[in-house]
């Protein structure tokens, strides 16, 4: 079954110059697509509207460098050697603790949050 890491592991590794590409590039490359989604929020700041992406027309630019984020994060994590489960269970931590710091508590506990998603697995 394809799940969203795996898709982005077979693009990265049927990518040579990623596959090749040095793991510190990498995080270069993933700050870069940070960088890109910060700049359509500085541009929304100063009133121009969510522009719409130049190679995926039927979304918005913001939306698609979030993708660009996710797709390099996961990449990296797999090229690294990191397990979907090693990723889906170090996401469920850090959600576990972000959800137990009183600055992030609301009404929901961790164990709310994540029986809502479905309960730890796949991403
Ligand atoms: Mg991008």
């Known amino acids: 079954m394809l799940t969203i890491s795996n898709i982005c ?4 590794i049927n990518n040579r110059k990623f596959a090749a590409q040095s793991p510190w590039k990498d995080l270069t490359l ?3 697509e940070v960088t890109e989604m910060s700049d359509t929020l500085r ?3 100063k009133g121009v509207l969510p522009r719409v992406d130049d190679h995926c027309p039927n979304f918005n630019n913001e939306v698609i460098e979030g993708a660009d984020i996710i797709i390099r994060t996961l990449g990296y994590l797999l090229k690294r050697g990191y397990t979907e489960q090693n990723i ?3 996401i469920t ?3 576990q603790f972000n959800y137990s710091r009183q600055d992030h508590v609301k009404e929901a506990t961790a164990a709310d949050l994540i029986e809502s998603l479905g309960g730890v697995g796949g991403l």
């Open 9 to 12: 592991h077979l693009t990265a």
């Open 30 to 32: 993933l700050h870069s």
């Open 43 to 45: 541009e929304q700041d």
């Open 88 to 90: 889906a269970g170090a």
């Open 93 to 95: 931590a850090k959600l």
